[in-house]
């Protein structure tokens, strides 16, 4: 188990003072508290120290324990036995912050020394939503054509969620009410889930729309004529005009990606010609192509 | 809107431990929007984890008003920038190779 440095973590020395412990916490929760630093995990895990650190050193009876077995913890455990029969008083500021504390939110090293549970006096005893659960879920771009239910395993919990077709990449939902447990009786936080969607191998998509590359052979580009075009939807037959030339596009109305939130409504799907030209030639079609050559220049 | 989807003020109040004053004074700093509805000042449901979130900042960190009010204002131009971003980052996937 690591030895926690609660000094180190406030930034400072083992003779400080109330005054400088409190002054040091403040500091440093303002300036990792979650709610200045939305999703950043580092940030909650730091402020989670640092909120241990005060936990700890602004309780005397806490902070006389950790400075004589901190570094010792084998003693620690045998001084906690001897404890149990003392009854434990509180003290100290905490900070109560409401996306949730519970022994969980502490280190192994706190929860061993002192049971994992805050000082019952140690913070204002209102009602706080419950913590925020942040979860990511990878699925494929063709998972997310159509609507379709899925379960998921949070905390141990299986929850089924339906998810809608179009959710695009880096995008978050909130599953009202899954989340943490709340605090003093109030309500449960919630579970934000954010997409990671995979690129596909043929359709990239930008927003609702779809870009695909379509190779089309020289005859084809040049004379024109029916191309068969895949589609996430099955294929389509497109006329090609004559002349087709190599890069350019062609855009198919309604064959995107659908739309989040709004059935029947589509992107549309950009396919761009890539023509291929013809290798291991005949005798014959060279001298073709030698005419076609002088013909046209 | 249905009435469901408001909180009234005293309710919130009463289940925070803070004081009337105290959202009268985020009202007044442009902070929240409280409609009144049957006679009674409410927040709307959707709004209430902005202000726990200001609660948090008042009383835990002991921020004042004009703080609040630069925080929240800072807060939601990232989250902006961070919604660009994603965008952005979707749009050169047009140019990844798997």
Same mark, same amino acid.
């Given at each position: 188990?690591?030895?926690?440095?609660?000094?180190?973590?406030?930034?400072?020395?083992?003779?400080?003072?109330?005054?400088?412990?409190?002054? /040091?916490?403040?500091?440093?929760?303002?300036?990792?508290?979650?709610?200045?630093?939305?999703?950043?995990?580092?940030?909650?895990?730091?402020?989670?120290?640092?909120?241990?650190?005060?936990?700890?050193?602004?309780?005397?009876?806490?902070?006389?324990?950790?400075?004589?077995?901190?570094?010792?913890?084998?003693?620690?455990?045998?001084?906690?036995? /001897?404890?149990?029969?003392?009854?434990?008083?509180?003290?100290?500021?905490?900070?109560?912050?409401?996306?949730?504390?519970?022994?969980?939110?502490?280190?192994?090293?706190?929860?061993?020394?002192?049971?994992?549970?805050?000082?019952?006096?140690?913070?204002?005893?209102?009602?706080?939503?419950?913590?925020?659960?942040?979860?990511?879920?990878?699925?494929?771009?063709?998972?997310?054509?159509?609507?379709?239910?899925?379960?998921?395993?949070?905390?141990?919990?299986?929850?089924?969620?339906?998810?809608? /077709?179009?959710?695009?990449? $880096?995008?978050?939902?909130?599953?009202? %009410?899954? %989340? %943490?447990?709340?605090?003093?009786?109030?309500?449960?936080?919630?579970?934000?889930?954010?997409?990671?969607?995979?690129?596909?191998?043929?359709?990239?998509?930008?927003?609702?729309?779809?870009?695909?590359?379509?190779?089309?052979?020289?005859?084809?580009?040049?004379?024109?004529?029916?191309?068969?075009?895949? +589609?996430?939807? $099955?294929?389509?037959?497109?006329?090609?005009?004559?002349?087709?030339?190599?890069?350019?596009?062609?855009?198919?109305?309604?064959?995107?990606?659908?739309?989040?939130?709004?059935?029947?409504?589509?992107?549309?799907?950009?396919? +761009?010609?890539?023509?291929?030209?013809?290798?291991?030639?005949?005798?014959?079609?060279?001298?073709?192509?030698?005419?076609?050559?002088?013909?046209?220049? | 809107?249905?009435?469901?989807?408001?909180?009234?003020?005293?309710?919130?109040?009463?289940?925070?431990? *803070?004081?009337?004053?105290?959202?009268?004074?985020?009202?007044?700093?442009?902070?929240? #929007?409280?409609?009144?509805?049957?006679?009674?000042?409410?927040?709307?449901?959707?709004?209430?984890?902005?202000? #726990?979130?200001? *609660?948090?900042?008042?009383?835990?960190?002991?921020?004042?008003?004009?703080?609040? #009010?630069?925080?929240?204002?800072?807060?939601?131009?990232?989250?902006?920038?961070?919604?660009?971003?994603?965008?952005?980052?979707?749009?050169?996937?047009?140019?990844?190779?798997?």
């Amino acid at each position: 188990m690591e030895i926690i440095d609660y000094y180190k973590v406030l930034g400072l020395d083992k003779n400080a003072g109330e005054k400088e412990i409190k002054k /040091a916490f403040r500091k440093l929760a303002r300036k990792y508290h979650p709610d200045l630093n939305p999703s950043d995990k580092a940030a909650q895990k730091k402020f989670q120290q640092i909120n241990e650190a005060n936990e700890v050193l602004s309780d005397p009876e806490k902070r006389a324990k950790y400075d004589k077995y901190g570094k010792d913890w084998e003693h620690a455990e045998a001084f906690e036995k /001897a404890r149990q029969t003392q009854r434990q008083s509180g003290g100290g500021e905490g900070y109560r912050f409401s996306e949730g504390t519970s022994s969980e939110d502490f280190s192994d090293f706190f929860n061993s020394m002192f049971g994992g549970s805050r000082s019952a006096d140690s913070a204002r005893t209102v009602k706080f939503r419950g913590q925020d659960y942040h979860a990511e879920l990878s699925l494929s771009l063709t998972d997310v054509y159509k609507t379709h239910k899925r379960t998921l395993t949070v905390n141990g919990k299986n929850i089924r969620i339906s998810i809608p /077709a179009g959710v695009d990449n $880096g995008q978050a939902i909130k599953i009202k %009410g899954h %989340g %943490g447990p709340g605090i003093n009786g109030g309500p449960n936080g919630d579970l934000y889930i954010t997409f990671s969607i995979a690129n596909h191998s043929r359709f990239k998509r930008v927003g609702n729309d779809l870009f695909t590359t379509n190779e089309l052979d020289l005859y084809k580009a040049v004379l024109g004529g029916e191309v068969i075009v895949d +589609t996430l939807d $099955g294929q389509v037959k497109l006329l090609l005009k004559p002349e087709t030339q190599n890069g350019s596009k062609v855009k198919l109305k309604g064959k995107g990606f659908p739309v989040y939130k709004k059935e029947g409504e589509f992107g549309d799907l950009y396919v +761009t010609w890539s023509v291929k030209i013809p290798g291991n030639l005949s005798e014959k079609q060279k001298a073709l192509f030698e005419e076609l050559s002088k013909l046209s220049s | 809107m249905q009435t469901e989807e408001f909180i009234s003020i005293e309710t919130f109040c009463a289940y925070h431990g *803070v004081e009337f004053a105290f959202i009268n004074t985020l009202e007044e700093f442009g902070l929240l #929007e409280l409609p009144t509805i049957n006679q009674t000042k409410c927040i709307p449901s959707v709004q209430l984890a902005h202000l #726990e979130k200001i *609660v948090r900042l008042h009383f835990d960190l002991d921020i004042n008003m004009e703080g609040i #009010e630069a925080i929240v204002h800072l807060l939601n131009r990232i989250e902006n920038l961070q919604a660009e971003i994603t965008a952005l980052k979707n749009q050169l996937r047009l140019y990844e190779d798997i």
